[in-house]
């Protein structure tokens, strides 16, 4: 942890988000996908499709 520690002094974390809405639901979408209505795909399926994933046999994310 000495390195860790040391890091710490360097890394800032802001945990704020604002929007409109007061509803939870439609304040998690417009987190994860940057718009309100559900028609963008979300951070972390952008992320499975650009690194994939260390295992072959699971499938990375499903379209509805």
């Given at each position: 942890m000495p390195l860790k520690r040391q890091l710490m002094d360097e890394i800032c974390v802001l945990r704020s988000t604002w929007t409109d809405n007061p509803n939870h639901g439609p304040a998690l979408l417009l987190m994860n996908n940057g718009t309100i209505l559900p028609i963008r795909p979300s951070m972390g399926s952008w992320l499975l499709w650009g690194?994939?994933?260390?295992?072959?046999?699971?499938?990375l994310y499903c379209a509805v």
């Amino acid at each position: 942890m000495p390195l860790k520690r040391q890091l710490m002094d360097e890394i800032c974390v802001l945990r704020s988000t604002w929007t409109d809405n007061p509803n939870h639901g439609p304040a998690l979408l417009l987190m994860n996908n940057g718009t309100i209505l559900p028609i963008r795909p979300s951070m972390g399926s952008w992320l499975l499709w650009g690194f994939g994933s260390e295992n072959r046999y699971i499938l990375l994310y499903c379209a509805v």
